[in-house]
């Protein structure tokens, strides 16, 4: 027993046994107990819905107000391709019907609202706060609010273009223990938050930094600067965006070959996502969420 | 994404389970639409943390046919064909995996692993083959002449132990489980007529082995309880106490303590006698549970001496009073309730016995049952994997394949580790052709004994056709009645006695149709073997060893048949490794002769093939110390 006090219920034991034999009862019971915000579904966002809510997470809040299009529909499995079914309902309302059914144990709501229109307070009932599909500007501003929040919310950014990915997470101050040999040791993280991680002059990044991190700080900066929706730029725009390239590198003092050319094209091409990558991020960002919650509190 | 060498692929899945699930969505979603998917079981409770298509109300139903019906709810046009059955059934032959661009594996057992291996090879097929285990995962690329096939590298065999620890001296909790389940409880509620280990003992005694008999055996008019008492005294009292007396035995090891019901449960002699009304009187059998009838309710509990003795009683008298036509059929199976319980409390009282720790009814059950744990994420991740690979393979982009090693923790900053494929083993039994050694008396071994723990257990071959030059030895599966006898009177000579005699220098062919695998077996006589080392009197060499076969080469038993491998052979996890190189399957077969002055030259060819690919495809960069995190330093 543990300071918990509750158990798992048998249904529990029973649908959750080869995830408890991973991380044992008490971490279930933490993940059970958490609580997650998602804002903009995508394919990669939906793999990652469908990855906690398998595992048993508390509660799961969706917000998407766009209607279906067929580019939504195409990589996103929670939807089925029925006009009769999904006319008239936003890509929150039809995700949440689907999710309910994988797992009944886990509740899941729909919320409605443009990102910046949620308050402080209404971040702070969450564990979790997971943004995509918006503008730089928009998580940053989102992470803000996460963190003043009165207790600590996670943040995760998610952003999957052609076979591409990238996400950011901030878990604030995070302690946790870590085995090494036979000892457990206790250990410490303070995680910068979106805007600071954001600004690092590009100079002072790792050697090795992945070239993917330049050419989407690219297009972002192309798309704000166009006042253009997340997401919303084509081969059309691609000798603009190699311009901005060199102007920012310029800026930045670093070298053009970081960010080549035929990385950005890719990216300005197909801004579809490829499902196989969005299995591979959304599994890898499932499991950050997984083993953060462990250590909730 | 769709493009037509995907449109047109013809994809074939073995599995439908966690990995199954999240490949046939991924390449449904990716725009392949023809795709077969085959798989023998059907579903269970504990499959729905994990393998999403399934639902509470397919519980029982059939995984390949499910997991078809929910993508085709998103994806309604495609064609996919579900075969509920064992992928080495003889309808899926050569011809069958010939129609196919590629085969996709989702297995989890080595056994259908090699079948499909051979089979793709004879088929000419390529294979990307992948497993998982928790947060571990891998994804490995198999194209026939250019790949190692899956079987050009050992993988590990299953786990067995000695029959002596298991019987006189255990020493680890396992040892405990494999004694209940596979000794006590098969001689309780297994079959009568089967060979029994369980009261072997170093010295004599044989005299008395017929008492030893009855006391087994459970006469009409016996009270349960009572008899329940009889059973726990003699296998936990008076054959431990019996072992004891021997005292070279103990010499080095700690001494078991002998345990008798009456002084575990002095207090409570007539509690269970027929103690009806606490019965759980719901006529279904397998809701019967002594954890209920005795109020225990957390599985993750660690029982006392007392509670295991309480529920070793209570199990037993249920099996009697509530299963009673079970008895005498019953292998130990996981996912009976009761039989875990009487397991769990018959492996935990022993344990006391011997000074090891005593395991909760999770735990043991985890143990008895070979249960892989698992969970979504990591399916899904590998499931992606699989996919990129398989659209390399149909493009034919060779210098593209990667085995992809997917870690519990990042090392070097990355959790996703690419590696480019090796060549085929030219000493590969399977792929090349090679020849194998073997070293046995010709005129001691019998040929059965070759077919049976030979050409089957260590070559794989299922149903094998064994050849002396162009004589006829012995051929399994349908056979003609004339021959019959034949073949059976084969099986019974000695190797130097054979029609067609084996002796040594003789090259024996052993084919498998089916498989389409042929194999050169040179003899080689050899007078004496070790009993201890090589109790079977025959030696294997230049094949592929599985590695961590048996503690020692004894007489041993495994815990249970249906054994899930590991996904991974040696993924050696370092938490603060700088080094690259850290993931090697095994032994590296290409090591140059002289690499142990290890010059930095020979270092660099090394590291070469295991060098982590660094291009724009990368699939993950993680920064930081933490899995999963994208931390960036602030310098």
């Not at chain 2, 370092?574 to 002769?593: A, T």
């Amino acid at each position: 027993m543990n300071g918990d006090g509750e158990e798992l219920t048998a249904q529990e034991t029973a649908l959750y046994d080869r995830q408890i034999r991973v991380w044992g009862a008490d971490a279930q019971r933490r993940l059970s107990k958490a609580h997650v915000l998602v804002y903009g579904i995508k394919g990669t966002i939906a793999e990652f819905c469908k990855n906690i809510v398998l595992a048993g997470v508390g509660s799961l809040t969706l917000i998407d107000d766009r209607p279906i299009t067929e580019e939504l529909l195409s990589s996103n499995f929670l939807i089925p391709p029925d006009e009769n079914i999904y006319n008239g309902k936003t890509i929150a309302q039809l995700c949440c019907d689907s999710l309910k059914d994988f797992n009944p144990m886990v509740r899941v709501f729909v919320e409605k609202g443009d990102l910046s229109s949620f308050d402080v307070e209404f971040f702070g009932k969450f564990d979790v706060v997971v943004v995509s599909c918006c503008s730089r500007s928009a998580k940053k501003l989102a992470n803000e609010k996460c963190r003043k929040a009165s207790k600590r919310v996670a943040f995760y950014t998610v952003d999957c273009r052609d076979s591409c990915g990238e996400v950011f997470v901030d878990l604030q101050d995070y302690k946790y223990q870590k085995k090494k040999m036979e000892e457990t040791i206790e250990c410490h993280l303070k995680y910068p938050c979106f805007e600071d991680a954001l600004s690092v002059p590009w100079r002072a990044l790792h050697r090795r930094m992945s070239k993917l991190y330049f050419a989407m700080r690219v297009i972002e900066k192309f798309e704000e600067v166009e006042g253009r929706s997340a997401g919303d730029v084509s081969d059309a725009d691609l000798s603009n965006v190699l311009k901005l390239k060199k102007e920012l590198c310029t800026a930045q003092s670093l070298n053009e070959s970081h960010v080549p050319d035929t990385l950005l094209e890719r990216l300005v091409a197909d801004t579809t996502e490829f499902p196989p990558v969005s299995a591979v991020i959304g599994g890898i960002l499932g499991q950050v969420f997984y083993r953060s919650s462990w250590f909730t509190r | 994404m769709a493009s037509s060498i995907i449109k047109d692929a013809k994809v074939l899945m073995v599995g439908a389970g966690g990995i199954g699930c999240e490949l046939l969505k991924t390449l449904a979603l990716s725009g392949f639409s023809e795709i077969h998917i085959i798989d023998m079981d059907t579903i269970e409770v504990s499959n729905l943390n994990r393998q999403f298509l399934f639902r509470q109300s397919h519980v029982g139903q059939s995984k390949a046919k499910v997991a078809r019906d929910a993508v085709l709810k998103f994806r309604p046009k495609i064609n996919i064909t579900s075969y509920h059955a064992n992928v080495k059934d003889p309808d899926f032959n050569v011809d069958f995996f010939k129609q196919f661009n590629v085969v996709l594996n989702g297995l989890d057992n080595l056994d259908a692993r090699r079948h499909v291996n051979r089979l793709c090879l004879a088929a000419d097929v390529p294979l990307v083959e992948s497993g998982t285990t928790g947060f571990l995962g891998q994804v490995t690329v198999h194209v026939k002449g250019r790949t190692e096939c899956y079987e050009c590298q050992p993988k590990p065999a299953p786990k067995t132990y000695p029959v002596c620890t298991i019987t006189s001296t255990p020493s680890k909790f396992v040892h405990c489980i494999v004694w209940a389940k596979e000794l006590l409880f098969s001689k309780l509620f297994g079959d009568k007529n089967q060979d029994n280990d369980l009261n072997v003992r170093s010295s004599d005694a044989a005299s008395s082995s017929k008492n030893i008999e009855d006391i087994f055996e459970h006469s009409k008019d016996e009270d349960i309880g009572q008899y329940g008492k009889k059973i726990f005294d003699h296998v936990f009292g008076y054959n431990i106490e019996l072992a004891l007396s021997n005292e070279e035995t103990w010499k080095n090891r700690n001494r078991p303590k002998p345990i008798y019901s009456k002084d575990v449960l002095s207090d409570e002699l007539d509690k269970q006698n027929g103690d009806l009304d606490n019965d759980n009187a719901c006529g279904d059998g397998f809701s019967v549970s002594a954890m209920s009838s005795l109020g225990m309710k957390n599985p993750q509990d660690i029982w006392s001496l007392k509670e295991n003795s309480r529920v070793f009683l209570e199990a037993l008298r249920l099996f009697f009073t509530k299963r009673e036509k079970d008895i005498g059929n019953l292998s130990f199976d996981k996912d009976d309730q009761l039989a875990v319980e009487f397991v769990t409390a018959a492996a935990n009282i022993r344990a006391a016995s011997f000074g090891i720790p005593l395991h909760s009814l999770f735990e043991a059950k985890g143990i008895a049952g070979n249960i892989v744990h698992a969970v979504a994420t990591t399916n899904a991740v590998i499931a992606g994997l699989i996919v990129i690979e398989a659209i390399k393979v149909l493009k034919n982009d060779i210098k593209s394949y990667r085995m992809t090693y997917c870690l519990e923790h990042p090392a070097r900053n990355t959790l996703l580790m690419p590696v480019e494929p090796f060549e085929p083993n030219k000493s590969c039994y399977v792929c090349s052709e090679s020849p194998v050694l073997l070293e046995i008396n010709t005129n001691r071994s019998k040929l059965k004994d070759v077919v049976e723990k030979i050409i089957k257990a260590k070559l794989g071959m299922s149903l094998p056709l064994v050849m002396n030059a162009s004589n006829l030895l012995y051929e399994a599966g349908d056979i003609e009645d004339d021959m019959v006898a034949i073949y059976n009177a084969n099986l019974e000579k000695v190797l130097a006695e054979l029609p067609s005699p084996v002796t040594g220098g003789t090259m024996l062919t052993v084919e498998d149709f089916q498989q389409e695998l042929k194999c050169n077996i040179n003899i080689k006589h050899r007078e004496e073997f070790d009993e201890e080392k090589e109790p079977d009197g025959m030696v294997l060499s230049g094949w592929t060893q599985p590695v961590a076969a048996a503690e020692n080469e004894d007489k041993s038993v495994s815990n249970g048949a249906n054994t899930s491998d590991a996904p991974i052979t040696e993924v050696e996890k370092s938490e603060n490794d700088d080094d690259v190189g850290i993931i090697s399957p095994v032994k590296k077969r290409k090591l140059p002769d002289d690499s142990d002055k290890s010059n930095t030259a020979d270092d660099e060819r090394h590291h070469k093939k295991l060098q982590v690919i660094d291009d724009e495809d990368d699939l993950v960069m993680l920064d930081g110390n933490l899995d999963g995190f994208k931390k960036r330093r602030v310098s």
